[in-house]
Nanobody, 124 residues
Framework: QVQLVESGGGLVQAGGSLRLSCAASGRTFSRSVMGWFRQAPGKEREFVAAITWSAFRTFYADSVKGRFTISRDNAENTVYLQMNSLKPEDTAVYYC?????????????????WGQGTQVTVSS
């Protein structure tokens, strides 16, 4: 059974940092694109970042570019999201996703697998 388990969320003050982790089990994702999405209350799930299997290419939403960094460790079957200079508007549940059906990496409906989410709250 495939599982994606996120960790690392929490409460942080504006300007602070958090590092999210997503550990995959049940199969290897070393050849798959992996991504991060987030969903704030009352809003649709939105793309945050994605990374190709080789880590050669990364993609970011404009709202996080320059502040967030996605990375992966294929040996550990884990993807990370380093979040710096956090803002209150970054508050959301953050989800890990894996193995999109197409190259539309920013489209959440394209992903086969999802984690349960981890809450990130940024206070002002």
């Amino acid at each position: 059974q495939v599982q994606l388990v996120e960790s690392g969320g929490g409460l942080v003050q504006a300007g602070g940092s958090l590092r999210l982790s997503c550990a995959a089990s049940g199969r290897t994702f070393s050849r798959s694109v992996m991504g991060w999405f987030r969903q704030a209350p009352g809003k649709e799930r939105e793309f945050v970042a994605a990374i190709t299997w080789s880590a050669f290419r990364t993609f970011y939403a404009d709202s996080v570019k320059g502040r967030f960094t996605i990375s992966r460790d294929n040996a550990e079957n884990t993807v990370y999201l380093q979040m710096n200079s956090l803002k209150p508007e970054d508050t959301a549940v953050y989800y890990c996703a894996a193995d999109p059906r197409s190259t539309s990496f920013s489209t959440y409906s394209e992903y086969h697998y999802w984690g349960q989410g981890t809450q990130v709250t940024v206070s002002s």
